[in-house]
T-cell receptor, first 113, second 113 residues
């Protein structure tokens, strides 16, 4: 069974640019959550999608957005990048929402210069 | 809002010594999960505890959920170099979606051979 796939794995952007990250969940999983991981703040919840609907959103500015497609694949977008957006962005999938373990992808490491 | 505090932030041990990390929530949890992230890797699910006072063991790892369902601990007996990594607890509120899974900031374990 293939795991959670995130692309791209590494990317470098400059301030003001935007970025789109992609996540393909484990087959059959309908819930996709996104987390931002930084050394100082740990794992911070961005948002969760279940069956193409955003179920919950963390305390991030509106520059952070996401969506989920009918095949459960998800994308997140960050517009007008700031230096502080440099982080590892992790996607996690689960079969259901609100219960069970999360299966994390390898992450997309974003560096903003 | 709900907070999940985890201590210590760092722990350095000699191989063969025991290790414990503690997790405390400001609210009563429906369940708590533990994850391990190896250096350069992504979080991997270890276990979920649901019942008050529950204790579960996985080889040298012992997980405990407090009677009030507001705290938890992970104890590793006779650490090995393969135990190196960051251990996260993640507490879930009653009801809701994955957004209610709040991660602690983790305990980074290093093991000196």
């Amino acid at each position: 069974k293939a795991g959670v796939t995130q692309t791209p794995r590494y990317l470098i952007k400059t301030r003001g640019q935007q970025v789109t990250l992609s996540c393909s969940p484990i087959s059959g999983h309908r819930s996709v959550s996104w987390y931002q991981q930084t050394p100082g703040q740990g794992l911070q919840f961005l948002f969760e999608y279940f069956s193409e609907t955003q179920r919950n959103k963390g305390n991030f500015p509106g520059r952070f957005s996401g969506r989920q497609f009918s095949n459960s694949r998800s994308e997140m977008n960050v517009s007008t990048l700031e230096l502080g957006d440099s982080a590892l962005y992790l996607c996690a999938s689960s079969y259901q929402t609100g219960t069970g373990e999360l299966f994390f992808g390898e992450g997309s490491r974003l560096t903003v210069l | 809002g709900q907070q999940v505090m985890q201590i210590p932030q760092y722990q350095h041990v000699q191989e063969g010594e025991d290790f414990t990390t503690y997790c405390n929530s400001s609210t009563t949890l429906s369940n708590i999960q533990w994850y391990k992230q190896r250096p350069g890797g992504h979080p991997v699910f270890l276990i979920q505890l649901v019942k008050s006072g529950e204790v579960k063991k996985q080889k040298r790892l012992t997980f405990q959920f407090g009677e009030a369902k507001k705290n938890s601990s992970l104890h590793i007996t006779a650490t090995q170099t393969t135990d190196v990594g960051t251990y996260f607890c993640a507490g879930r509120n009653y009801g809701g979606s994955q957004g209610n899974l709040i991660f602690g900031k983790g305990t980074k374990l290093s093991v000196k051979p």
